[in-house]
């Protein structure tokens, strides 16, 4: 039987920490048969400023906690040059369960690229988070998060330093400013030798994000 999608299992609160407790209880795509533990968004209620990353990876699917491994290392860091305090930021994930394939000896979990139909499915926890926080910004880190809020054609490459729109579907009041970004991780996987030049990069873009802090919230 093909699972319902997160939307039953969301609560009618903007209460944070109601969320993350219904969120452990979520069967809306069959993610949680294999991962240790629902991994929810972290950071404060009053949040100006959203981070969406993709999916927790080994590190965070064993700590509950998102961002914690060697992406989420290279994200403190790039914040810091990019001078963002990371404490008021709220950080989340498209996807809240980790998607891997354990090796052969069951000792490695090694990460795959969730789904459209598993992105879709847990979309409902996202948009909830995005309803309790309310940012002014919200950084969309890579193509999985972009393309679960900007449609599945879009193009981070084509689109970065640009402040975007979320999509009206008459639903969903919020709407942030909008940029998108690379996931840290992607530079971690990329050349050795280009580093540098997409850390610098993903700096950047930190950066603009942050300078458009200072308006008031907006609502549609």
């Given at each position: 039987?093909?699972?319902?999608?997160?939307?039953e299992f969301v609560p009618d609160t903007h209460d944070l920490?109601?969320?993350?407790?219904?969120?452990?209880?979520?069967?809306?795509?069959?993610?949680?048969?294999?991962?240790?533990?629902?991994?929810?968004?972290?950071?404060?209620?009053?949040?100006?400023?959203?981070?969406?990353?993709?999916?927790?990876?080994?590190?965070?699917?064993?700590?509950?906690?998102?961002?914690?491994?060697?992406?989420?290392?290279?994200?403190?860091?790039?914040?810091?040059?990019a001078h963002v305090e990371r404490t008021p930021v709220y950080?989340?994930?498209?996807?809240?369960?980790?998607?891997?394939?354990?090796?052969?000896?069951?000792?490695?979990?090694?990460?795959?690229?969730?789904?459209?139909?598993?992105?879709?499915?847990?979309?409902?926890?996202?948009?909830?988070?995005?309803?309790?926080?309310?940012?002014?910004?919200?950084?969309?880190?890579?193509?999985?998060?972009?393309?679960?809020?900007?449609?599945?054609?879009?193009?981070?490459?084509?689109?970065?330093?640009?402040?975007?729109?979320?999509?009206?579907?008459?639903?969903?009041?919020?709407?942030?400013?909008?940029?998108?970004?690379?996931?840290?991780?992607?530079?971690?996987?990329?050349?050795?030798?280009?580093?540098?030049?997409?850390?610098?990069?993903?700096?950047?873009?930190?950066?603009?994000?942050?300078?458009?802090?200072?308006?008031?919230?907006?609502?549609?």
């Amino acid at each position: 039987m093909r699972a319902p999608g997160a939307a039953e299992f969301v609560p009618d609160t903007h209460d944070l920490a109601s969320l993350a407790d219904a969120a452990r209880g979520c069967r809306g795509c069959d993610l949680y048969r294999d991962a240790d533990q629902t991994v929810f968004g972290q950071g404060p209620p009053t949040a100006r400023m959203m981070l969406v990353g993709e999916q927790p990876g080994d590190k965070e699917d064993r700590a509950g906690e998102p961002f914690v491994g060697p992406a989420g290392r290279l994200l403190d860091k790039a914040l810091d040059a990019a001078h963002v305090e990371r404490t008021p930021v709220y950080v989340t994930n498209a996807v809240k369960h980790f998607k891997f394939k354990a090796t052969d000896t069951g000792q490695r979990r090694i990460h795959q690229t969730p789904g459209r139909t598993e992105v879709v499915a847990c979309r409902p926890w996202l948009f909830a988070e995005l309803e309790a926080v309310e940012p002014e910004v919200l950084v969309l880190m890579g193509a999985t998060a972009a393309k679960s809020l900007l449609g599945n054609d879009f193009r981070v490459t084509a689109h970065r330093q640009e402040v975007l729109r979320l999509p009206e579907d008459g639903e969903h009041p919020i709407d942030p400013q909008t940029v998108v970004t690379v996931h840290p991780s992607s530079i971690l996987r990329g050349p050795r030798e280009r580093r540098d030049e997409a850390f610098d990069a993903l700096v950047a873009d930190l950066r603009f994000a942050a300078t458009l802090l200072g308006g008031t919230r907006t609502r549609r």
